[in-house]
């Protein structure tokens, strides 16, 4: 089966710390796409990343960075320093060829960053 | 930057009133996709659309919902008779081809159904 697990439903940091969101992911493909999306407040879907199963290379991207380790399925993202405009819902995604390619989702962190 | 439009943003509707919902992906992409959030819920998928049809649906996607690529750019997603249990955000998706992940996402369709 396919699935995403993100095991926090909710995180809240005061502004400055650096917090990290989890990903565990279960997939039967060799190839297969990993993401993460934002959902602010306003409720669009905003992407962030894609990570392909080949490249397990580590990426950072300002604040943002991201852990890919295919030993422990996990795919986790760190915010460092985080911000107010940080808080929203984030989503960790996956795609592979099991499913027809269809992005599946996990069911979100609400991550609440205080002033 | 091109990007997935759609419309309405917002929409109320009577239960067992027909819903439509529309969709401009971005020009040149193959894979078009169609996804729903309940309030406070996971996105979900719905169907999957590639060359004219169908590619793959959900269980969701039951005989009441239906998909049309009309003209070429338009998308859209059709309820036919809505339960109050269809209120949520929809997503529509699209994609360039097989082997580029990445979805790009319209702002979504929040339709509630009174």
């Known amino acids: 089966a396919q699935k995403v697990t993100q095991a926090q439903t909710e995180i809240s940091v005061v502004e400055k710390e650096d917090v990290t969101l989890d990903c565990v992911y279960e997939t039967r493909d060799t190839t297969y796409y990993l993401f993460w999306y934002k959902q602010p407040p306003s409720g669009e879907l905003v992407f962030l990343i894609r990570r392909n199963s080949f490249d397990e290379q580590n990426e950072i991207s300002g604040r943002y960075s991201w852990n890919f380790q295919k030993s422990t399925s996990s795919f986790n993202f760190t915010i460092t320093a985080s911000q107010v405009v940080d808080s929203a819902v984030y989503f960790c995604a996956l795609r592979g060829m099991e499913y027809g390619n269809k992005l599946v989702f996990g069911a979100g962190t609400i991550l609440r960053v205080k002033s | 930057e091109p990007e997935v439009t759609q419309t309405p943003s917002h929409q109320v509707t009577q239960m067992g009133q027909e819903v439509i919902l529309r969709c401009v992906p971005i020009s040149n992409h193959l894979y078009f996709y169609w996804y729903r959030q309940i309030l406070g819920q996971k996105v979900e998928f719905l169907v999957s659309?590639?060359?004219?049809?169908?590619?793959?649906k959900s269980e969701i996607f039951d005989d009441q919902f239906s998909v049309e690529r009309p003209d070429g750019s338009n998308f859209t997603l059709k309820i036919r008779s809505t339960k109050l249990e269809d209120s949520a955000m929809y997503f529509c998706a699209s994609r360039p081809g097989l082997l580029t992940g990445e979805l790009f996402f319209g702002e979504g369709s929040r339709l509630t159904v009174l």
């Open positions: 659309f590639y060359n004219n049809e169908i590619s793959e």
